[in-house]
């Protein structure tokens, strides 16, 4: 780890006496004394306390202004004036500066180089050991994460089924809670397949933070689906207000990015739409959440008032947990699902074969939740059954991911059942 530290204290010593040396000859020049090149090495080695342990001969003494009676025995005094140390500083200052980018950029191309030449070959061992941990995981798991599977199938296959059934008479009907809610659902789908993803590659605390999505999709599908069309309106133009801020945006940072900015004219669209709305919607509008600002009697609402609207608060603990991977607090490196119970002298800084539970049952809950929420307006036998069908299918996957959970726990504690993936102990 330290190599190229010790390359660069290596140089830092050799310019050092690099400096000390021409320090010395220009002292001893300055007394009509050419010094050769062994004997200021001499100097460097013997020297102590300000006395110079060196023999001149005579032809370096004659003429000289060194005081014979001060020279004895080859030792002379030497001290240095604080206007000559200054000097040395002034032009060492330089050399380090000048050297450390040299040094950095040479020992990093080099770096690289020995990378690429066992590029194939350290590839193919992360590889190989990626694959060793996965077919350990899959084979201790395989159960749980079959069950959210096929939980995910069935209601990707329910949504897809129900969009193409009811889409025509939707657009006919310009049933807008429907749009809204198809698109949600969709979305969230895509994001259970993210979630069986990342728990089948040994990263729990990543599902956690993608479930945290779902819960947020699933609040609004809910609040959507129960106050109706002119609130999934108010949603949908409310884009207009997200797209007029990342506009504001844009300008400003554009030159530091190096990114071109917008035109006037596309500016000015995107500002004349978002005045439209303000001026259809009132002034409320323009905040994170003012699409629902006009249902729930706040000039601010925030994601909570919602949650609270359709009784999904109680959520607010695991959401706040499942926020930490996502922000940089002090939480998101200290609380992790991939670390066993009562392992805390651990850094994760890989993939992990534990703490699948609660993003996986979380997934199933807020995917279902979704998914009730887009077939509840349009009630039939099929839909109902469905319904029950991915009830009963979210009870088991909480039950089944749990009971294996409590099967790693015991296996861990009793016999220390060592976690896949790259962790470094403290």
Same mark, same amino acid.
């Given at each position: 780890m330290d190599t190229l530290q010790q390359l660069f204290d290596s140089f830092i010593d050799e310019k050092t006496k690099q400096v000390q040396r021409d320090l010395l000859r220009k002292k001893f020049s300055n007394l009509g004394v050419n010094l050769r090149d062994e004997q200021i090495t001499e100097m460097l080695e013997n020297s102590s306390e300000g006395m110079i342990d060196v023999e001149l001969d005579d032809s370096q003494l004659r003429g000289s202004k060194i005081d014979l009676k001060d020279y004895l025995e080859g030792r002379i005094c030497v001290e240095f004036s604080e206007a000559e140390l200054d000097d040395a500083t002034k032009d060492f200052s330089p050399i380090l500066s000048d050297a450390i980018p040299t040094i950095v950029e040479e020992c990093a191309n080099l770096f690289l180089n020995e990378l690429r030449k066992t590029l194939?070959?350290?590839?193919?061992?992360?590889?190989?050991?990626?694959?060793?941990? #996965? *077919?350990?995981?899959?084979?201790?798991?395989?159960k749980s994460f079959?069950?959210?599977? %096929?939980?995910?199938?069935?209601?990707?296959?329910?949504?897809?089924?129900?969009?193409?059934?009811?889409?025509?008479?939707?657009?006919?009907?310009?049933?807008?809670?429907?749009?809204?809610l198809a698109r949600?659902?969709?979305?969230?789908?895509?994001? #259970?397949?993210? $979630?069986?993803?990342?728990? !089948?590659? #040994?990263?729990?605390?990543?599902?956690?933070?993608?479930? !945290?999505?779902?819960?947020?999709?699933? $609040?609004?599908?809910?609040?959507?689906a129960k106050h109706g069309n002119e609130v999934?309106?108010?949603?949908?133009?409310?884009?207009?207000?997200?797209?007029?801020?990342?506009?504001?945006?844009?300008?400003?940072?554009?030159?530091?990015? !190096?990114?071109e900015p917008l035109s006037d004219e596309a500016f000015q669209q995107i500002k004349t739409a978002y005045d439209d709305a303000l001026n259809r919607y009132g002034?409320?509008?323009?905040?994170?959440? #003012?699409?629902?600002?006009?249902? %729930?009697? *706040?000039?601010?609402?925030?994601?909570?008032?919602?949650?609270?609207?359709?009784?999904?608060? *109680?959520?607010?603990?695991?959401?706040?947990m499942a926020s930490g991977p996502v922000h940089a607090n002090a939480m998101g490196i200290t609380v992790q699902l991939g670390l066993p119970p009562g392992i805390n002298k651990m850094l994760l800084a890989g993939a992990s074969?534990?703490?699948?539970?609660?993003?996986?049952?979380?997934?199933?809950?807020?995917?279902?939740?979704?998914?009730?929420?887009?077939?509840?307006?349009?009630?039939?036998?099929?839909?109902?059954?469905?319904?029950? $069908?991915?009830?009963? %299918?979210?009870?088991?996957?909480?039950?089944e991911? %749990?009971?294996?959970?409590i099967l790693y726990e015991e296996k861990f504690c009793q016999s220390g059942f060592e976690p896949a993936g790259d962790q470094n102990q403290l």
């Open positions: 194939r070959s350290h590839v193919k061992s992360l590889v190989r050991e990626r694959k060793q941990f #996965g *077919k350990k995981r899959e084979r201790f798991w395989r079959a069950l959210l599977e %096929l939980f995910v199938a069935t209601a990707r296959q329910t949504g897809s089924d129900f969009n193409r059934h009811y889409r025509e008479t939707a657009v006919k009907e310009n049933d807008l809670v429907f749009e809204v949600l659902h969709a979305r969230s789908c895509q994001i #259970g397949s993210e $979630v069986l993803v990342l728990l !089948r590659s #040994g990263f729990p605390d990543g599902a956690h933070a993608r479930w !945290r999505t779902l819960h947020e999709i699933a $609040v609004i599908s809910m609040f959507i999934a309106e108010r949603y949908l133009d409310h884009e207009i207000v997200q797209s007029y801020k990342a506009a504001l945006q844009h300008q400003t940072h554009c030159p530091a990015l !190096r990114y002034s409320t509008f323009k905040d994170d959440y #003012g699409w629902a600002s006009s249902v %729930l009697g *706040k000039q601010r609402p925030t994601f909570s008032d919602i949650e609270k609207d359709v009784d999904l608060e *109680k959520w607010r603990p695991l959401y706040r074969d534990t703490g699948f539970t609660d993003p996986a049952h979380g997934t199933a809950i807020s995917l279902l939740q979704i998914t009730t929420s887009l077939l509840r307006p349009k009630p039939s036998i099929d839909t109902l059954m469905l319904c029950s $069908v991915l009830m009963r %299918l979210q009870r088991e996957i909480g039950d991911f %749990l009971k294996t959970q």
